[in-house]
C-alpha cells in the first residue's frame, strides 16, 4: 500500500473504506492488456458501486455490463449506468420479470440468463408470449472440468454437451417470445481458483485445453441450428473471468470476457502466479482496546468470503504489517483480536487497514468508499448499499 494513501486518510476516524483510484485504472488497463482486444464485460458482482462501474466503462477495452441480478440490472439500466447487461444468473423473481417484459426499452438493454426449458416455462407464466415482445436470452453452458465422476468447476448448467445444446436450442425454436443471442460458460475452476500447487497447474492447463475445444464446437452447433431456423447467428459468446483472461481470449469463438475483481485487486489474487493486480481496495478499523502489551483489538473485521471455508476467504491484514489474529477468535463480526510486533506501539484508534478475500462483497457492509487519486481524497462513492440497494 502506498504511504500517501494511508496520510490521505489518518485523521478521519474510522471505520471506512477507501478506493485508490489510480490504482484501480491501472488494474482496468492491464486487464485490457491481458485480453488482447476482446472487449470486457464489466462484472458489477465485484464492484458493486456505480460511480466505479461508469468510470471503468470509459475506459478503452471495456463494454456492458454483466450482472449478477435482475432487479440490479433493471436498476443499471434506468439509472443510465448502462444500456447493455447481461444478467449472469437466471431470475426466479416475478416482479422482476414482469416489470422487464412489459417495458420496451429495458427488453432492448437487458440479457436473461437461461439453461432450461423450466426457465422459459416460468418467464412465460409471469406474461404469456402472445402477450409480450420477444425477450433477449443467453444459454448458460457448464463449464467445468469432470473427470469420470469428479466435477471440477461451478455447479451452473445442466447443458453440457452438442447434443443437450442442440436440444434447447431446438426447443427454444419452437417457441414464440424469445430471442437467442448469446451464450456462457464461465470456468470458474480456472479463473477462480488460486495457483496454489502443481496439482491445480496441472488442472487447469487441461481444463483449459478441453474447454476450449467442447465450447468451439458447442458455439458451432448452435449457429448452425440458428441458421437452418431462419434466425441470426448468436451476438456474444461470453467466458472468462479475471484469472483467464488471457486463454480465454486466446478462443476464436469468444467475443467477450466476462471480469471485474481484477479491478479490485483482493486478497485471492495474491495467489496467482500470471499476473498480479495492485491492492485497490480496504476497509479501515480502528484499534478499539488492548487485551495485552502484544495485542489490540480492532473493532469489528469479519468480513469473511463466500466460497468454501478456508483461510484464503479470510481478509489480510496489509498494514501494520506483522499483525495476525488470534487462533481462537479469527475474524470477529464485532471485534478482531490482532497479534504482532506493531501491537506494541499501536494506540487507541489507531488505524488498521484490511483488504478483503474477494471483490465486491465488502461493499455490503459499507455506504459509501472514500475515492483517493493522487495522495488525496477526491470524492466519496456511494456503494450499492449507499444508495439504498440489495440484490443479494
Avoid at 502506498?2 to 490504482?23: Q, T, Y
Avoid at 469479519?302 to 489474529?325: E, F, H, N, Y
Amino acid at each position: 500500500m502506498k504511504p500517501d494513501i494511508r496520510s490521505a486518510v489518518e485523521h478521519l476516524d474510522a471505520p471506512f473504506a477507501v478506493l485508490d483510484l489510480d490504482a484501480a485504472l491501472a488494474n482496468a488497463a492491464d486487464m485490457a492488456r491481458r485480453a488482447s482486444g476482446t472487449p470486457i464485460r464489466l462484472a458489477s458482482k465485484s464492484i458493486r458501486i456505480r460511480g466505479l462501474i461508469s468510470r471503468i466503462l470509459e475506459e478503452p477495452g471495456y463494454q456492458g455490463v454483466l450482472g449478477y441480478n435482475l432487479n440490479e440490472a433493471i436498476w443499471l439500466v434506468e439509472s443510465s449506468t448502462s444500456n447493455d447487461v447481461l444478467v449472469a444468473y437466471p431470475s426466479a423473481h416475478r416482479e422482476a420479470l414482469h416489470r422487464l417484459i412489459t417495458d420496451d426499452h429495458l427488453r432492448r438493454c437487458i440479457t436473461l440468463m437461461v439453461d432450461s426449458v423450466e426457465h422459459l416455462d416460468f418467464i412465460d407464466s409471469v406474461v404469456p408470449a402472445n402477450e409480450r415482445g420477444p425477450l433477449r436470452i443467453c444459454v448458460d453452458i457448464d463449464a467445468a472440468l469432470e473427470l469420470g465422476k469428479l466435477h471440477i468447476g461451478a455447479l451452473r448448467s445442466p447443458i453440457r454437451s452438442v447434443d443437450e445444446v442442440q436440444e434447447f436450442v431446438r426447443a427454444v425454436g419452437t417457441r414464440k417470445g424469445f430471442d437467442l443471442v448469446g451464450l456462457m460458460a464461465y470456468e470458474g475452476q480456472i479463473a477462480g481458483t488460486t495457483d496454489t500447487s502443481p496439482a491445480v497447474a496441472m488442472m487447469k492447463k487441461f481444463s483449459t485445453r478441453e474447454l476450449a475445444h467442447r465450447r468451439e464446437q458447442l458455439v458451432k452447433a448452435v449457429n448452425s441450428d440458428l441458421r437452418k431456423a431462419g434466425k441470426p447467428a448468436l451476438e456474444f459468446v461470453n467466458g472468462g473471468g479475471t484469472g483467464s483472461v488471457e486463454s480465454t481470449s486466446a478462443e476464436k469463438v469468444i467475443t467477450e470476457i466476462g471480469a471485474g475483481s481484477g479491478i479490485i485487486g483482493p486478497a485471492l489474487f495474491d495467489h496467482y502466479k500470471n499476473f498480479s493486480p495492485q491492492p485497490a481496495e480496504w476497509f479501515v478499523l480502528p484499534v478499539a482496546r488492548r487485551p495485552n502489551p502484544e495485542t489490540v483489538t480492532v473493532a469489528g473485521g469479519g468480513r469473511v468470503a463466500s466460497g468454501p471455508i478456508g483461510k484464503d476467504r479470510l481478509p489480510v491484514v496489509d498494514w501494520p504489517q506483522g499483525l495476525k489474529t488470534s487462533s481462537l477468535e479469527g475474524f470477529g463480526e464485532v471485534q478482531t483480536p490482532l497479534t504482532g510486533e506493531a501491537a506494541r506501539t499501536m494506540r487507541i484508534g489507531d488505524h488498521v487497514w484490511m483488504r478483503p478475500s474477494k471483490a465486491g462483497e465488502q461493499t455490503e457492509y459499507i455506504d459509501t468508499v472514500l475515492v483517493v487519486s493522487g495522495g488525496e481524497v477526491v470524492d466519496e462513492w456511494p456503494t450499492y448499499r449507499g444508495e439504498g440497494r440489495s440484490f443479494v
